[in-house]
């Protein structure tokens, strides 16, 4: 079946089966392979794309639940948040193995675009979706923070 998509700003035409996950015509199809597999049941966070904005798990998300959306994918981020999210990232040398990072960081611009000046418990709260099996969530926190004042200065 013919969809019609908005993908990173961009109106893109493409043939899926009804029902395929927006994870795998993204990476597949549209070969944006920075969204990541990793669970396949949306408990792990590292499919997360914005769909209208907000962070959405991308592999349990059908292809036609998207359509007449805005769908955003880690490159497609461009916008102040984005860039205060990614310089805290560097700063804080958040990466370890870095599998979970794209969506990680699709869910901390969500986080900050919803509440600039989240507490920790928020963070935590808000994060608590995606999982770094590295372990760095303390300093995924602290850049959340560091961009957090990047985005009050």
């Not at 961009?10 to 944006?32: H, K, M, Y």
């Not at 000046?117 to 850049?143: H, L, W």
Request: hydrophobic fraction near 35%.
């Amino acid at each position: 079946m013919e969809y019609q998509l908005k993908i990173n700003g961009q109106a893109r035409s493409l043939n899926a089966e009804p029902g395929t996950p927006l994870l795998w015509v993204i990476r597949d199809e549209l070969e944006l392979t920075g969204t990541k597999f990793g669970c396949g049941i949306a408990t792990c966070g590292a499919c997360t794309v914005h769909l209208n904005g907000s962070p959405t798990r991308s592999c349990v998300t059908p292809i036609e639940a998207a359509v007449g959306s805005a769908i955003t994918t880690i490159e497609g981020l461009n916008d102040p948040v984005a860039t205060a999210v990614q310089t805290a990232w560097r700063e804080k040398d958040v990466v370890q193995c870095g599998y979970c990072q794209s969506g990680q960081i699709m869910s901390a611009v969500g986080l900050l675009r919803q509440n600039p000046k989240p507490t920790d418990e928020q963070i935590d709260s808000f994060m608590s979706g995606n999982v770094c099996r590295c372990a760095t969530y303390v300093r995924i926190k602290d850049a959340i923070k560091l961009a957090s004042g990047k985005l009050e200065a």
